[in-house]
C-alpha cells in the first residue's frame, strides 16, 4: 500500500514556474513507477509525466515536453515535476500516481495508487 501526497500548486503568471512534489509513504517507493497527470475542468484525466523505478527512463506529454520535467529521490520518497515556461493550458488539478510494474506508463488505467491532488492555476 502506498499513499501519495502532493504539494507545490498554486497561483502563478504565464511563462512562470512552479515545482510539485509526491510525498509517498512506504519503504517500497523505489520499486514504483511514478506519473503525474492532470485534469482540466469538465475535462478527462491526461498523463503528463511518468519516470520509471530508477529515474533512468522517463515520458513526457507533447504539450509538455521541454518545458516540464520529472525526477524523483528514492532516498527521501518523493517524485518532482518542474513546470517551467507556464502557460494557460495547463491550469489544472495535477495529480502524483504510483504503478508496481516499475516502468514508465502513460495510461490512468495502469496506476494502482493516487494522490488527492494539487491546484495549478496559470493566469495569462
Known amino acids: 500500500q502506498v499513499q501519495l501526497v502532493e504539494s507545490g500548486g498554486g497561483l502563478v503568471q504565464a511563462g512562470g514556474s512552479l515545482r510539485l512534489s509526491c510525498a509517498a509513504s512506504g519503504r517500497r517507493f523505489s520499486v514504483y513507477g511514478m506519473g503525474w497527470f492532470r485534469q482540466a475542468p469538465g475535462k478527462k484525466r491526461d498523463f503528463v509525466a511518468a519516470?520509471?523505478?530508477?529515474?533512468?527512463?522517463?515520458a513526457y506529454a507533447d504539450s509538455v515536453k521541454g518545458r516540464f520535467t520529472i525526477s524523483r529521490d528514492n532516498a527521501k520518497n518523493t517524485v518532482y515535476l518542474q513546470m517551467n515556461s507556464l502557460k494557460p493550458e495547463d491550469t489544472a488539478v495535477y495529480y502524483c500516481?504510483?504503478?508496481?510494474?516499475?516502468?514508465?506508463?502513460?495510461?490512468?488505467?495502469?496506476?494502482?495508487?493516487w494522490g488527492q491532488g494539487t491546484q495549478v492555476t496559470v493566469s495569462s
Open positions: 500516481a504510483a504503478e508496481r510494474d516499475f516502468q514508465v506508463k502513460v495510461g490512468a488505467s495502469d496506476y494502482d495508487y
Open positions: 519516470i520509471n523505478w530508477s529515474g533512468g527512463s522517463t
